[in-house]
């Protein structure tokens, strides 16, 4: 049987791509870097999507407002209302709040706002941890809710907003996959556990079918446990350790592969 | 009121609004998804986009308020950038009379804390200063002008481009750009 084909749409700005790609093909997806240019048509032959990190159109107007209206993304919703996954990183989840495909409907319910931080404004990187919430996410329903990931946030535009409740009602409705958390595994609520500010300390948002996903920390940047920031405590960096003092060879498969091991086994079931 | 700050005088309000002097991209584009992609999109014939700031509190005269802006690219590039400073609604904004203009500002982000830091350091004087993005819509001879509010406020993706309303509040101006325009009414 041929693997799942995942469809990786770069928009002129965005500049995660390789490693998006990389981090597909390690779970034993067939990936391909699909471009503003090509017809619109031929997402179809595709299984998934995936929307990288960056700056789509160098974020002008807002981040994320110019790609949220592009043919492609009217596609892409066509075939995510058939069921099939698509998941956006940073940038990407900016396109799919824009777009109203998170939390899903079409209207555009949310935003993703600048960054609300103590005593200082802009972009801001640095890793976290998301603690997975119980979701019906396609993405995240492996993985037991409590399970800590560590990986890098990076931006500028990061705060999940809605109208008053809006956020909490997600959480309630599960659709709020992944929250910000400290290294102790409580839901973070101050800076910098919470790097942004973000309601409900939402990382990620999905819609109401579990198929798409908007993550604002980066799972692909956190591919590689050797990779993986010397602050980072607990059981993901005790593996590094061991492995670097026991030299062991082979995997090397850090954090963010959870999420797109989910997608793999989600495009197994459908096969 | 911060320590050493300077606290003499009456409040002012001036309005600064700063555009590139090359083509804008976020214009440009913007210009080419509403024409494309928005169902209001017919309507416009172009955008500009400009940073207006307001600054209150004590200001100095005219020359050297322009001179203060002119320094520190926390308020405009004077290479690329052209700006216009009003200190009183009668003078002429950089926009032509009855053109819409929407000031678009960030939801309890309007405060520029930088900007605000660098006029202390520079002046002593404790000032406040706010900013948003203000848009010119240019419509197309004939044009529904309710088409603006369609092209402004985002609510799927056919309809609005400019303010999402999650984060964002944007107010429209038909006749003339207000003075003060950005955050609460002077000396509220």
């Not at chain 2, 690219?73 to 405009?76: D, G, I, L, P, V």
């Given at each position: 049987m041929s693997a799942a084909r995942v469809a990786v749409i770069q928009f002129p700005?965005?500049?995660?791509e390789a490693e998006s790609v990389r981090a597909l093909k390690r779970v034993g997806l067939e990936a391909q870097v699909f471009r503003w240019k090509r017809p619109a048509f031929e997402l179809r032959e595709f299984d998934a999507y995936l929307l990288p990190g960056g700056f789509s159109y160098q974020d002008r107007v807002r981040a994320g407002a110019l790609a949220a209206k592009d043919p492609l993304v009217e596609r892409l919703a066509e075939e995510a209302a058939r069921g099939k996954p698509v998941l956006g990183i940073c940038n990407g989840a900016q396109v799919l709040v824009e777009a109203g495909l998170v939390p899903g409907g079409g209207e555009v319910e949310l935003a993703l706002a600048r960054n609300r931080m103590p005593d200082r404004a802009g972009y801001y990187t640095r890793w976290v941890y998301v603690r997975i919430e119980p979701s019906r996410c396609a993405f995240t329903r492996h993985l037991e809710p409590g399970t800590l990931l560590p990986m890098p946030a990076a931006h500028g535009e990061g705060r999940f907003v809605g109208d008053a409740g809006r956020l909490a009602a997600l959480l309630d409705d599960g659709r709020v996959p992944m929250r910000y958390a400290t290294a102790a595994g409580s839901v973070a609520t101050e800076f910098p556990a919470l790097p942004n500010g973000s309601e409900a300390a939402a990382a990620a948002v999905c819609n109401a079918e579990g198929n798409v996903l908007a993550i604002m920390p980066h799972p692909e940047r956190a591919q590689d446990l050797a990779g993986l920031c010397r602050t980072i405590s607990g059981p993901w960096a005790l593996e590094r350790e061991r492995r670097a003092a026991h030299h062991t060879p082979g995997d090397n498969d850090g954090p963010g592969l959870e999420l797109f091991r989910g997608l793999a086994a989600r495009l197994e079931e459908v096969a | 009121m911060r320590a050493g700050a300077k606290s003499r005088g009456t409040a002012q309000t001036a309005q600064a609004g700063g555009e590139l002097k090359a083509d804008v991209p976020a214009a440009v584009w913007g210009l080419l998804v509403a024409g494309t992609g928005l169902a209001a999109g017919g309507e416009v014939s172009g955008f500009r986009r400009l940073r207006l700031f307001e600054l209150r509190g004590r200001l100095p005269a005219r020359s050297r308020l322009e001179a203060l802006l002119h320094a520190s690219?926390?308020?405009?590039n004077p290479h690329k950038e052209r700006c216009v400073v009003r200190t009183a609604a009668r003078e002429p904004a950089p926009v032509p009379v009855g053109t819409p203009v929407v000031i678009v500002t960030e939801r309890g982000g309007e405060r520029c804390a930088a900007a605000e830091r660098w006029w202390l350091h520079e002046t002593g004087d404790d000032i406040e200063v706010r900013e948003g993005v203000a848009w010119v819509v240019e419509l197309k001879?004939?044009?529904?002008?309710?088409a603006v509010e369609d092209l402004v406020t985002v609510r799927d993706r056919r309809h609005g481009l400019l303010c999402n309303p999650r984060s964002q509040q944007a107010r429209i101006a038909t006749s003339k750009v207000p003075l003060p325009w950005i955050g609460p009414p002077a000396g509220a």
């Open positions: 700005g965005v500049n995660c | 690219t926390q308020f405009y001879a004939g044009a529904d002008a309710a």
